[in-house]
């Protein structure tokens, strides 16, 4: 046996648990990467996939190739799971400029962070065309469970907490007070959602310079029209489970219609 000093042990047992946090984080990210990729959060939009990422201090970020703080709907993230698109701290037209592409997205999260990536998460065919300069980590078919369904946070709740916050906060009674007036006209608008779905995928079919652009202009279209929906809904809801969840799906478009709208000025 070896003696060492107490401060040495002490420093060993730090670094032990370190280590075993490091390694506790890249296995919860590999098995998040895993469940986003299952098929009941793919839908199969054509361009449409995420990518998962962590950095050497265990922080773990997603990112996906549509929209800016896009989640679909139903979906939950883990807490203290970063969206790369939703984070406030960044400047949008950095955000912006990483739309289509989340390699991209993740590692300019870590670099605005002053963070270094360890390894980047997906398929061999999401990561084959990328360089994201660390370890790859490539999922193989048998590591996708069948259901990806994880438990977390609403969607509202990753891209916009202080408007979850102020839902969950309110009664029933008060719901309508967090949106603005019924429509004058009383009858539902079209529903448009397929067709501007469609016009927001066909950029992703593109390859050339600026199709994150028109890619986002498309989002926004999109984006604008769920949140007329949304809004409809929740002034016609007459049960009040209902009419929350169109509040809630109404703040989380006004959320995005919003940050498309100062992404595509900074672009201009």
Not at 76 to 103: G, M, Q, W
Not at 181 to 206: C, I, Q, Y
Not at 233 to 258: E, I, K, M, P
């Amino acid at each position: 046996m070896i003696t060492v000093s107490a401060a040495r042990a002490t420093r060993r047992r730090h670094e032990l648990r370190r280590q075993r946090g490091r390694g506790d984080a890249l296995r919860l990210a590999r098995r998040i990467a895993a469940a986003l990729n299952a098929s009941d959060n793919n839908a199969g939009d054509y361009g449409f996939f995420w990518i998962t990422a962590v950095t050497t201090d265990g922080s773990i970020v997603v990112a996906n190739s549509y929209g800016l703080a896009y989640i679909p709907d139903g979906m939950e993230l883990p807490n203290k799971v970063y969206l790369a698109s939703a984070d406030h701290a960044i400047p949008v037209d950095e955000i912006a400029r990483c739309a289509t592409y989340p390699v991209l997205a993740v590692q300019a999260w870590a670099a605005f962070h002053d963070m270094t990536l360890r390894a980047v998460i997906g398929t061999a065919e999401q990561l084959a065309s990328s360089d994201p300069g660390v370890a790859k980590i490539v999922l193989e078919p048998d590591d996708i469970p069948e259901s990806g369904k994880m438990t977390g946070r609403s969607r509202l709740e990753v891209v916009d907490p202080s408007a979850a916050a102020q839902l969950a906060d309110t009664t029933d009674q008060r719901l309508l007070d967090l949106l603005p007036p019924a429509p004058v006209d009383v009858n539902p608008p079209g529903d448009e959602r397929h067709m501007l779905w469609f016009e927001l995928m066909k950029p992703m079919t593109s390859t050339a310079t600026g199709r994150e652009a028109a890619h986002l202009r498309a989002f926004r279209a999109y984006a604008a029209h769920s949140q007329e929906i949304a809004l409809h809904q929740a002034h016609t809801a007459t049960d009040a489970a209902v009419q929350r969840v169109a509040v809630a799906d109404w703040l989380y478009w006004q959320y995005v219609t919003g940050l498309l709208d100062r992404a595509l000025a900074a672009a201009c």
